[in-house]
T-cell receptor
Framework: DAGVTQSPTHLIKTRGQQVTLRCSPI?????VSWYQQVLGQGPQFIFQ???????GRGNFPDRFSARQFPNYSSELNVNALLLGDSALYLC?????????????FGPGTRLTVL | GQQVMQIPQYQHVQEGEDFTTYCNSS?????IQWYKQRPGGHPVFLIQ?????EVKKQKRLTFQFGEAKKNSSLHITATQTTDVGTYFC?????????FGGGTRLMVKP
């Protein structure tokens, strides 16, 4: 089975631009979470979606938004990019209902804002 | 909001030595998870602890969850070069995971 996939792998944008990142969860996983990981730090929670509804939101400005589609894939949008938005953006899917609620992470999208 | 702290930030060990990383949460957790991230890679799930005082072992790795469910530790016995990476704890207090800053383990052969 394929793992979590994310696209694109790398992205370079300039300040003020907008970006859309995409994520496909593992087949059968209905929950998707987004994290921002700045170099040298732990992942910071941005959003969780389950069955197309937002279930959790981290401490991020309204410039960050997300949605989940009927096939459980998800998009993360960031508007009015700032230099500080440069980071690795990780998507993770979870199979709810199992013994563990472990997060299966994708390879991430490396965003550079110039 | 919830905070999760990890110490140490870095650890250099000689191959064969033991290694321990500690994790403390500002709030009581429903469970705690541990992840390993290799350089250039993404976090990979290691284990989840749920019960107060729980201890779990995976080969050379021993995980503990504190009695108050606010702290945890990961101990690696006789480190190997394959153990290199950053170890993160992640506290689950509801509908979100809060990751610690991680402990980067470097192993000298």
């Amino acid at each position: 089975d394929a793992g979590v996939t994310q696209s694109p792998t790398h992205l370079i944008k300039t300040r003020g631009q907008q970006v859309t990142l995409r994520c496909s969860p593992i087949s059968g996983h209905k929950s998707v979470s987004w994290y921002q990981q700045v170099l040298g730090q732990g992942p910071q929670f941005i959003f969780q979606y389950y069955e197309k509804e937002e279930r959790g939101r981290g401490n991020f400005p309204d410039r960050f938004s997300a949605r989940q589609f009927p096939n459980y894939s998800s998009e993360l949008n960031v508007n009015a990019l700032l230099l500080g938005d440069s980071a690795l953006y990780l998507c993770a899917s979870t199979f709810t209902g199992g013994a563990y609620n472990e997060q299966f992470f994708g390879p991430g999208t490396r965003l550079t804002v110039l | 909001g919830q905070q999760v702290m990890q110490i140490p930030q870095y650890q250099h060990v000689q191959e064969g030595e033991d290694f321990t990383t500690y994790c403390n949460s500002s709030t009581t957790l429903s469970n705690i998870q541990w992840y390993k991230q290799r350089p250039g890679g993404h976090p990979v799930f290691l284990i989840q602890l749920v019960k107060s005082g729980e201890v779990k072992k995976q080969k050379r790795l021993t995980f503990q969850f504190g009695e108050a469910k606010k702290n945890s530790s990961l101990h690696i016995t006789a480190t190997q070069t394959t153990d290199v990476g950053t170890y993160f704890c992640a506290g689950d207090a509801g509908n979100m995971l809060t990751f610690g800053g991680g402990t980067r383990l470097m192993v000298k052969p």
